[in-house]
């Protein structure tokens, strides 16, 4: 994507005269078309696993209710012919105020998943928050993109060693910023995984950057040392023991007859999430990464509080795209709320409920510095791979900078809470 302004316009224009030669856009511009045609595209249990949200969905729902519950007012005859949409994050000039968020276990909707993910982002000059959950290693993504920006998301393993070992890797491969996810020490209520009993991680899915990590491998060496017990064979056994030989490093069939993948499976699923993480492990941060240090997974004040008191460079006010705890506070709720507390000067980024640039702009002027989107680019992959993701970043960016262009605001800074109002009609 050209980092100049007028990303709606070309858009717009792209778009309609590829239909004066009867061509159609291969993803759909409205997320409910688009959410519609993915669902269609995806196995029950990649659907299950990506759009699926804690309990009963109410944390989900209530991420959108929190954007319909304001209206955009829009400003005439501003003058202004273009749009400055880039944005000033950790030290770094981003072209635009849109991330990609890390999303875990991507290959249930398309094969080497943040690979084209890492490639999309790179095309189209947007940050691509590497998932320490990912099913490529960060460096086969890393060396996808080339100079691009690209952040990485730490879950704090049991394993000290495996920590500072994930840091390093990350650094080595060029990341800006490490990305603590706070939110997720242990799995959420996930019916819609839960009624198929199925986790991706337990074939082998998403543990890409824990095969690839020396720690790691260490770690199961030492555990192919000692005694275990020999699993029950079932017909389900048998298709998961194929899937973890599928999914790790090396030839299917020598996998097969080796114990390593199923070994790996059963230490990542020990030891990947630290369940007694606190503020004391996060204290430590400054001294083993060099890189700013970002926390996800934020939503009361006195944590963003106690975030920044400890120099975190910015936080990720989320509740995790609704997955972890139902009927939580909306994020978008929670950002009012923290942005009030902290003042203006802490950098805050807003995840969960970003579907179009309507809602990205709603950010904005409430708040956030920047937005990282995260369901809506899975959709793109699951309907068309690369191409997908970079027609959904563009779809977004295109809309945000249409609606810039329509409240008479010429850079991001200008997007201010003024232009908003409560929608009585909610």
């Known amino acids: 994507m050209s980092t100049t302004p007028g990303a709606g316009l070309s858009r717009l224009n792209t778009i309609y005269r590829a239909g004066v030669l ?3 856009p291969r993803v759909p511009a409205d997320f409910a078309e688009l959410e519609r045609r993915a669902r269609r595209a995806s196995s029950p249990v990649a659907w299950a696993y990506v759009a699926g949200g804690a309990g009963e969905g109410r944390t989900m729902r209530r991420n ?9 007012v829009p400003r005439m005859a501003s003058g202004a012919v273009e749009r400055d949409l880039s944005v000033e994050l950790l030290g770094r000039r981003h072209p635009t105020p849109v991330l990609l968020a890390p999303v875990g276990a991507g290959a249930l909707m398309g094969a080497d998943s943040d690979l084209k993910t890492a490639r ?29 920006s690209r952040w990485f998301q730490l879950y704090w393993s049991k394993d000290e060693d495996m920590v500072d070992s994930l840091i390093a890797r990350a650094e080595a491969a060029g990341a800006g910023a490490l990305v603590v996810t706070l939110d997720t020490t242990v799995l959420g209520w996930r019916p819609q995984d839960l009624n198929l009993g199925s986790l991706p991680f337990s074939r082998g899915q998403g543990i890409a950057q824990y095969t690839s990590d020396p720690r790691f491998r260490r770690i199961v060496a030492e555990r192919l040392g000692r005694p275990s017990a020999r699993p029950q064979v079932t017909l389900g056994a048998i298709r998961t023991l194929l899937a973890m030989a599928r999914n790790h490093p090396g030839g299917f069939l020598a996998n097969l007859r080796s114990r390593v993948p199923r070994a790996s499976v059963e230490t990542f699923l020990d030891i990947y999430s630290n369940a007694g993480l606190s503020w004391d492990h996060l ?11 970002v926390l996800k997974g934020i ?21 995790h795209g609704g997955r972890q705890v139902d009927n939580a506070v909306a994020s978008l709720d929670a950002l009012i709320t923290i942005r009030d507390a902290v003042g203006p000067a802490p950098t805050l980024l807003l995840d969960s409920g970003i579907r179009t640039g309507a809602d990205v702009f709603t950010a904005l002027a409430l708040g956030a510095d920047a937005v990282l989107l995260g369901r809506p680019y899975m959709y793109g992959l699951a309907l068309a791979g690369r191409p997908g993701v970079e027609d959904v970043i563009r779809n977004i960016i295109a ?21 908003l109002r409560p929608d009585t009609a909610t």
């Open 299 to 319: 939503l009361h004040p006195d944590d963003a509080r106690r975030a920044l008191d400890l120099g975190a460079d910015a936080i990720v006010v989320s509740n």
């Open 120 to 148: 999309a982002a790179a095309a189209t000059g947007t940050t691509y928050i590497l998932s320490n959950q990912g099913c490529n290693p960060m460096e086969d993504c890393a060396a996808a993109m080339g100079d691009a």
């Open 283 to 293: 204290a430590t941060l400054r001294g083993r990464t060099r890189l700013p240090v």
């Open 64 to 72: 959108r209710a929190a954007f319909d519950r304001w209206a955009i």
């Open 22 to 24: 009867g061509r159609r």
């Open 399 to 419: 809309e945000l900078d249409l609606t810039m262009a329509l409240t008479g605001t010429p850079a991001i800074p200008a997007i201010t809470r003024d232009l």
